[in-house]
């Protein structure tokens, strides 16, 4: 009778020590889910991007004032494999892109020794800046899951945004 109370005892202990972590789990996702009002990864269409200033990989200073109407920004991760593929559709989208490479911006979210492949790559097309984690112009855009293409509207406004490049032909029409 003993060991069936002690068992009894250690059952319901893993019991409640499951419970007190699923609900930990779930208030975690919780709170990951509103810093990102979408639930992508990036800034929704319609919100408007906080102010910024940066420094392109050129010395160029970049700020949301830099972000004209049409403008396509695209934030990439060199350890990204869907940001690996989808960079020939998106160098090939920027080098026709109205106002050429003054109009696209190329944020590559990472170290510099890893990023330096993809900036060699957007670095003829577009405006590249190499960025951290947290820092102003990836927090102004939220984004945190990679690729996360935007086109801006007027006065910092997100015209659009989309992690794939079948929403840069759509945006291009607008």
Known sequence: MLYLTAAVVVVGAVGLLNLILSLGIIKRLRDQAQVDSAGTGLLAAGNTVSDFVARAVDGRPVSRGSLEIGAVVGFF???????????????????????????????????AAQA???????????????????????????????????????????????????????????
Do not use: N, W
């Open 77 to 111: 991760s060199p350890t990204c494999q869907p940001c690996k593929e989808i960079l020939p559709a998106f160098a090939d989208y920027a080098a026709t892109a109205p106002g050429g490479r003054a109009q696209v911006f190329a944020v590559v979210v990472g170290e």
């Open 116 to 174: 330096s492949d993809l900036i060699s790559r957007l670095g003829p097309v577009a405006t590249v800046l190499l960025a951290r984690p947290g820092e102003p112009i990836v927090t102004s855009f939220a984004a945190s899951g990679f690729p996360a293409l935007y086109l801006m509207g007027e006065a910092g406004l997100v015209a659009a945004s989309g992690h794939s490049m079948e929403v840069l032909p759509e945006l291009a029409m607008l």
